[in-house]
């Protein structure tokens, strides 16, 4: 079964930082790119970034929103995917999901998502 | 970036009825566009991608259309558990970026 799962979420005081793991299962995790996407409470869907694949030099783009602050990566080895996010706000409180583009780039598998609480 | 503009935000219809949600691109954007359905408590799910392409396993009541700046989501034969949200996605360019969302309620 292609599965997602993410973990590392949980309560971070304004100003910390927080580093995600999402790992996968199921399918060639290392021929794919990996994102991140967000949700606040009560709001919509916000990607977060990207990494592609090694055949793609693990490569990374980001959202305007949180470029400088996030960064991307991941480890083929153990089908890992992380998201280390830095200098976190209240806004940055939100459901983080860890998803799979298809080859047409589009999110085909989704985790369950881990919550982010952003309080001091 | 490029701004996603979704249409209705919100929608009544009933059972068996049929809805149209828009989403605008603020730039033209081909047919790099795909359509979520999003139930409360649980994580997205591809419907439709490349504008119009039916995701596996999606029941042939959803289609989409459009291309450049204006596209569509049209739901059939409204079933029960078509009653939730619906975001729009463009991957024409980066940042990838969502529409607000269109939430379907029944009447």
């Known amino acids: 079964e292609v599965q997602l799962v993410e973990s590392g979420g949980g309560l971070v005081q304004p100003g910390g930082s927080l580093r995600l793991s999402c790992a996968a299962s199921?399918?060639?995790?290392?021929?794919?790119?990996m994102d991140w996407v967000r949700q606040a409470p009560g709001k919509g869907l916000e990607w977060l970034g990207r990494?592609?694949?090694?055949?793609?030099?693990?490569?990374?783009e980001y959202a305007t929103s949180v470029k400088g602050r996030i960064s991307i990566s991941r480890d083929d080895s153990h089908n890992l995917l992380f998201l280390q996010m830095n200098s976190l706000k209240i806004d940055d409180a939100a459901v983080y999901y860890c998803?799979?583009?298809?080859?047409?780039?589009?999110?085909?598998?989704w985790g369950k998502g881990t919550t982010v609480t952003v309080s001091s | 970036d490029i701004q996603l503009t979704q249409s209705p935000s919100f929608l009544s219809e009933s059972i068996g009825g049929r809805v149209t949600i828009t989403c605008r691109a603020s730039q033209g954007i081909s047919t790099h566009l795909g359509w979520y359905q999003q139930k409360p408590g649980k994580a997205p799910k591809l419907l439709i991608y490349?504008?119009?392409t039916l995701q596996a396993g999606v029941p042939s009541r959803f289609s989409g259309s459009g291309s450049g700046t204006e596209f569509t989501l049209t739901i059939n034969r409204l079933q029960p558990e078509d009653f939730t949200t619906y975001y729009c996605?463009?991957?024409?360019?980066?940042?990838?970026?969502f529409g607000g969302g269109t939430k379907v309620e029944m009447k």
């Open positions: 996605q463009q991957r024409s360019s980066y940042p990838v970026t």
């Open positions: 998803t799979r583009p298809n080859n047409n780039y589009y999110m085909d598998i």
């Open positions: 490349a504008a119009s």
């Open positions: 990494v592609r694949n090694k055949a793609n030099a693990y490569t990374t």
């Open positions: 199921g399918f060639t995790f290392s021929d794919y790119y």
